[in-house]
């Protein structure tokens, strides 16, 4: 079956930095969405992204759909504390089955 | 805010017994999932429903069932419960049956003791 594989698995970084993340898949998706998961609360919709070679921003989120429609990335820059969170991302395929990621977990550190 | 209302927040049971977990989704979506969450873990899709019939099965036990009603409102039944259904328990809707973004509830955390 296919696989969805995000990393990395975990980042520690300091505040101001840039981060990035990634998810690659066996097979190909046509939609990709970015999640984001604050302790204890659902995850919220951060970015969707419906094309290959689609690059999408939300404040100081920017997101790509890979070329191949294999792949996604997203990029938080300047982090600040309130963006410590699990980061998902998900693929949904041809066949419209949606899958997560296992997540990012991001701590940033003043 | 989601628009996706899950309860009850919290449910604290003992082994062997059954609840069920109620979720409302957003006004206008017709598809709901729902979704486990054990700690440190993933999202693992349990079930999913559009507009009342059963779309797609995940790794949902067999002790475990849902429904969706006429209003769209969905309910996730566990019975026979053990140690290891401690968890956080997600819905989420979506506008429609496929490639439409999930919008998730805040959960219902289920311990079991």
């Keep these: ?110 | 805010d989601s628009g996706v209302t899950q309860t009850p927040k919290h449910l604290i049971t003992a082994t062997g017994q059954r609840v069920t977990l109620r979720c409302s989704p957003r006004s206008g979506d017709l598809s709901v999932y729902w979704y486990q969450q054990s700690l440190d873990q993933g999202l693992q899709f349990l079930i999913q429903y559009y507009n009342g019939e059963e779309r797609a099965k995940g790794n949902i036990l067999e002790r475990f069932s849902a429904q969706q009603f006429p209003d769209l409102h969905s309910e996730l039944n566990l019975s026979s419960l053990e140690l290891g259904d401690s968890a956080l328990y997600f819905c989420a809707s979506s506008v429609e049956r496929d490639n439409s973004p999930l919008h998730f509830g805040n959960g219902t955390r289920l311990t079991v003791t």
């Excluded at chain 1, 970015?34 to 999408?56: F, S």
């Excluded at chain 1, 600040?80 to 991302?89: A, E, L, N, R, T």
Aim: overall charge negative; hydrophobic content about 35%.
């Design chain 1, 1 to 110: 079956g296919q696989q969805l594989n995000q990393s990395p698995q975990s980042m520690f970084i300091q505040e101001g930095e840039d981060v990035s993340m990634n998810c690659t898949s066996s097979s190909i998706f046509n939609t990709w969405l970015w999640y984001k998961q604050d302790p204890g609360e659902g995850p919220v919709l951060l970015i969707a992204l419906y094309k290959a070679g689609e690059l999408t921003s939300n404040g100081r989120l920017t997101a790509q759909f890979g070329i191949t429609r294999k792949d996604s990335f997203l990029n938080i820059s300047a982090s600040i504390p309130s963006d410590v969170g699990i980061y998902f991302c998900a693929g949904s395929d041809s066949w419209g089955k949606l899958q997560f990621g296992a997540g990012t977990q991001v701590v940033v550190t003043p």
